[in-house]
């Protein structure tokens, strides 16, 4: 990955640079079908890795008394 | 940020000193935070009780080598964290599964990961996969995993990852892009391992 997308990565996944990244960051990677994929990538990384967030049964709550 | 000069510290400090009512005030204080993470991790009640009481015991014992070079929070968050590795780890070796062996199940739930988030298919799905999200990070070093655990699921921003560690912005956007590299290559490990899946190749169109 270059420069310019390792730069503004963290901001880009956290949804912060969407439509607002820095013009740099959107001109590599629109010229850089590596930086394109390995993005992609990232991105569903992310997704999968804030999947631990979610609570699908139960609650995060220790019982009273703990 | 100095982490020497705070309420938190002088707190710490009388726990140092062995002042019971002080580690009272810190187990009040982030046992519903403690419990969130473990909860988090394990998806059990009586596991995640357990090892919350397992945490603070450890805090109770180690907060004499607390340095002050991180928050308090992110050192006990590091506990947290590696206590319930450490709990994967001898669970899973009591199965006689050792971390390392992916299984073939594994690569095509790995697979369907980001459908099923984004589709929102069966718990028991979700929870499999997340089985395999944990699995993963398991591959990766204490302080990586601790890294991704607090940008991703915690929501921390590098400004304050940067505060909470006493490390600076930079390093900890080189440190979460490391981290995040090793990840995918744990995961394309894993693809070429199971198999047909083609995981992590762009080129077959499947996404991680």
Known sequence: MHQ?????????????????????FDAHLAACQSCAQELRLLEAQALWL?????????????RPGF | MDHRNTDEAAL?????????MAFREIVEHYQAKVFSIIYGILRNHNDAE???QQVFA????????????SSLLTWIYKITVNECYDYLRKKRVRKLVYE???????AQRMQNTESAIEQGLAVDTQLAQRDLVLKLLA?????????????????HSVEELSRMTGTNENTIKVKLFRARQKLLKAAQRLNRGGGQSGLGGAQSGIRL
Request: no cysteine.
């Open chain 1, 4 to 24: 310019p997308i390792k730069e503004g990565l963290e901001e880009y996944l956290r949804g912060a640079g969407k439509g607002t990244n820095p013009r740099e």
């Open chain 1, 50 to 62: 804030r999947s631990l967030q979610d609570s699908p049964a139960d609650s995060a709550e220790p």
């Open chain 2, 12 to 20: 710490v400090r009388r726990v140092q000193a062995r002042d019971e």
């Open chain 2, 50 to 52: 357990d090892i919350a």
């Open chain 2, 58 to 69: 450890k805090i109770y014992f180690s907060i004499k080598n607390f340095d002050f070079r």
């Open chain 2, 100 to 106: 390392s062996d992916f299984s073939e199940e594994d």
């Open chain 2, 139 to 155: 591959k990766l070093s204490k302080e990586d995993r601790m890294l991704l655990l607090m940008k991703e699921v915690e929501g």
